[in-house]
T-cell receptor
């Protein structure tokens, strides 16, 4: 199995530009999660979906952030406009479902630098 | 509202000795806890878990202990190896998975 696939792996962009991060979950997984890792906050949950429906977006830091899951095999996280404080590693993860015993599987992350 | 807390940002241990990573939680309703391990430039990977009905779970060199009265769990690595050097995140397993800030373990040869 290919695992969770994220793109781009690295992105450097100028402040004010739009950034779109992409994720392909593991086939057959019904739940998808977006996390952000920073030194200050560690690994924080931004939003998660179940069966393509957003369940909780309370972790999204600002209205500049939005996420979509148009189908079971694709999700995007968009930042518009981007700011230097958005610089972080963004991880997508998926799991078979929302059962608490399910392990979640992470992608390798998208390293975002906003200058 | 930090539901799981890792108060030690870093830990250095000599190779062959025991590494103990700690985590505290706030909600007694959590019924599942997990530890994830993260190497640089990689995504976190599942390491070990424990159900709240247990107080210990062991997998090779890794053992997780759960103290429900103290709302505390710990990960023991014995013996520690240089390849264990990574960031370790504890998390509460009730969906969605919420993590602490992580502890960077350095195992010195």
């Amino acid at each position: 199995d290919a695992g969770v696939i994220q793109s781009p792996r690295h992105e450097v962009t100028e402040m004010g530009q739009e950034v779109t991060l992409r994720c392909k979950p593991i086939s057959g997984h019904n739940s998808l999660f977006w996390y952000r890792q920073t030194m200050m906050r560690g690994l924080e949950l931004l939003i998660y979906f179940n069966n393509n429906v957003p369940i909780d977006d309370s972790g999204m830091p600002e209205d500049r952030f939005s996420a979509k899951m148009p189908n079971a095999s694709f999700s995007t996280l968009k930042i518009q406009p981007s700011e230097p404080r958005d610089s972080a590693v963004y991880f997508c993860a998926s799991s078979p479902g929302l059962n608490g015993g399910n392990t979640i599987y992470f992608g390798e992350g998208s390293w975002l630098t906003v200058v | 509202d930090q539901q799981v807390k890792q108060n030690s940002p870093s830990l250095s241990v000599q190779e062959g000795r025991i590494s103990i990573l700690n985590c505290d939680y706030t909600n007694s309703m959590f019924d599942y806890f997990l530890w994830y391990k993260k190497y640089p430039a990689e995504g976190p990977t599942f390491l070990i878990s424990i159900s709240s009905i247990k107080d210990k779970n062991e997998d090779g060199r890794f053992t997780v202990f759960l103290n429900k009265s103290a709302k505390h769990l710990s990960l023991h690595i014995v013996p520690s190896q240089p390849g264990d050097s990574a960031v370790y995140f504890c998390g509460r397993g009730n969906t969605p998975l919420v993590f602490g800030k992580g502890t960077r373990l350095s195992v010195i040869a």
